[in-house]
């Protein structure tokens, strides 16, 4: 969801978040050291120097903050869930898109019966919540949300629009890339991870704070589904793929849940 990072009169032009990006890419590839996790403190993503941790870590008991077992809701997830073009009164404005992919291990194993969950703007770029003020149209046959449940081979499947992108105050002229949350559960809350992924050719991700704050590219590239035709659904819905990896060397960046 859309942020206000920083108040209005100290925006900043494009021009001087693009020149910080620059600096940091070259002091890291200066560097020559790998780095495949964002800096909690990265200074064009004006909000991190906020919100990352700037104390010692703590010893919690898991049984103070969490049940025994995550509580999804009243009802079992119900495969229609994964369809959020569907339910309402009249179809959905935007393009239809298809994303799947599958859910695996460090060592590419199936993680099966994961509960996965996407949120995201509709194609207008805008959230269904209160807090998001932008004023792009409400869609009142879409509301951005959808859970599935992987298969014995890790699989997730969703129906959905694609986003659009939208303004955010971190600097002058501000805009997120198109992106769509995901939210993979383990047996516990606390295992809980939440990523974006986003779309190929978007030339917003080239000045987004949030996602340029991973430094290193090939794992920056990891958050990037990958347009298959063969996914697509004739005259219908056009198809991206996207796998996530919770483990090894090629794991997929999760987030802390201020990211916008």
């Known amino acids: 969801m859309s942020s206000i990072a920083v108040p209005a009169p100290e925006l900043e032009p494009q021009s001087v978040i693009s020149s910080e990006i620059a600096a940091i890419e070259a002091g890291y590839r200066q560097a020559g050291v790998e780095e495949t996790q964002p800096r909690l403190d990265y200074p064009p993503y004006r909000s991190s120097t906020l919100r990352h941790p700037t104390g010692d870590l703590c010893d919690v008991e898991p049984e103070t903050i969490e049940r025994w077992a995550p509580c999804f809701g009243a009802r079992d997830v119900d495969p229609l869930e994964a369809d959020l073009t569907a339910g309402h009164a009249g179809e959905p404005i935007g393009e239809r898109i298809i994303l799947a992919g599958r859910v695996v291990d460090g060592a590419g194993r199936p993680v099966r019966g994961q509960l996965?969950?996407?949120?995201?703007?509709?194609?207008?770029?805008?959230?269904?919540?209160?807090?998001?003020?932008?004023?792009?149209?409400?869609?009142?046959n879409f509301t951005g949300t959808g859970r599935c449940l992987t298969d014995a081979d890790g699989r997730y499947r969703f129906q959905t629009i694609k986003p659009g992108p939208y303004p955010w105050r971190n600097h002058f002229n501000a805009w997120r890339p198109a992106h769509v949350?995901?939210?993979?559960?383990?047996?516990?809350?606390?295992?809980?991870?939440?990523?974006?992924?986003?779309?190929?050719?978007?030339?917003?991700?080239?000045?987004?704070?949030?996602y340029q704050s991973i430094i290193d590219d090939r794992a920056r590239d990891r958050l990037v589904a990958t347009y298959d035709h063969d996914l697509t659904s004739h005259e219908w819905a056009t198809g991206y793929r996207w796998d996530i990896v919770l483990t090894g060397g090629r794991q997929t960046w999760f987030e802390s849940e201020d990211v916008a």
């Open 116 to 140: 996965v969950e996407i949120w995201q703007a509709n194609a207008a770029g805008r959230y269904t919540h209160e807090r998001d003020q932008h004023p792009a149209p409400l869609d009142p």
């Open 181 to 210: 949350h995901f939210s993979v559960f383990g047996s516990s809350f606390t295992q809980r991870l939440v990523t974006q992924l986003y779309f190929p050719g978007d030339p917003l991700r080239a000045l987004d704070p949030i």
